[in-house]
Nanobody, 124 residues
Framework: QVQLVESGGGLVQAGDSLRLSCAAS????????MGWFRQAPGKEREFVAA????????YYADSVKGRFTISGDNAKNTVYLQMNSLKPEDMGVYYC?????????????????WGQGTQVTVSS
């Protein structure tokens, strides 16, 4: 089993920055890929960014490239999502997710474990 706990959400103005954290515990092999997804009201959950520990590779949605950075701290079992130049369209509940990596990183169905989510609100 893997447990994920997100933190760091909040209310900011457009152009501001936020850093989300996802503290992970449990079987390491089950969380080789750690991803961030977001879901706005009335919309489907969408991929934001992911990191592969084994490949030391990061992946981003086109909509956040150049503004968001995903990183990880192995010693703390924590993944971060640094969000800069936030826009109103970035608003939503952000979820941390983990998978063993066998089903890719892009789709929510490929992840086995999810955190409870943290709300990000961006005012214009």
């Amino acid at each position: 089993q893997v447990q994920l706990v997100e933190s760091g959400g909040g209310l900011v103005q457009a152009g501001d920055s936020l850093r989300l954290s996802c503290a992970a515990s449990g079987r390491t092999s089950a969380r080789d890929i750690m991803g961030w997804f977001r879901q706005a009201p009335g919309k489907e959950r969408e991929f934001v960014a992911a990191i592969s520990w084994s490949l030391s590779t990061t992946y981003y949605a086109d909509s956040v490239k150049g503004r968001f950075t995903i990183s990880g701290d192995n010693a703390k079992n924590t993944v971060y999502l640094q969000m800069n130049s936030l826009k109103p369209e970035d608003m939503g509940v952000y979820y941390c997710a983990a998978s063993a990596g066998s089903r890719g990183y892009l789709y929510a169905l490929g992840y086995d474990y999810w955190g409870q989510g943290t709300q990000v609100t961006v005012s214009s």
